[in-house]
């Protein structure tokens, strides 16, 4: 799968990049889609409050409600993703 920055250069921009890690900041409105992507294991940050619909690469869907200044793992995936919410979304990721 592609690269988001790649699929959804609206939203995702390479905030710092060197040989170890990759910050990505994600930010979109409400009833935005991004587009099918790929994520290596990484670290995010919740600048904000938000509600998302992910959809996996087998079509399986979760919505999410996220509080801001979480931190969270993820492992790697590959999925698409909607805010279903009322506010914007704003995150920073820090793939590794």
């Avoid at 999410?64 to 920073?92: C, K, M």
Wanted: charged share 30%; no cysteine.
């Amino acid at each position: 799968m592609p690269d988001p920055t790649e699929t959804d250069p609206d939203k995702y921009s390479v905030v710092f990049e060197n040989e170890r890690v990759r910050v990505l900041e994600y930010r979109d409105e409400p009833g935005a889609h991004t587009s099918p992507h790929d994520h290596p294991d990484s670290v995010m940050i919740t600048l904000s409050g938000f509600d998302r619909r992910l959809v996996g690469a087998g079509g399986e869907s979760r919505d999410v409600t996220l509080e801001p200044a979480q931190v969270r793992w993820l492992d790697a995936q590959t999925h698409s993703g909607e805010n279903i919410g009322e506010t914007p979304t704003h995150v920073v990721l820090n793939e590794l």
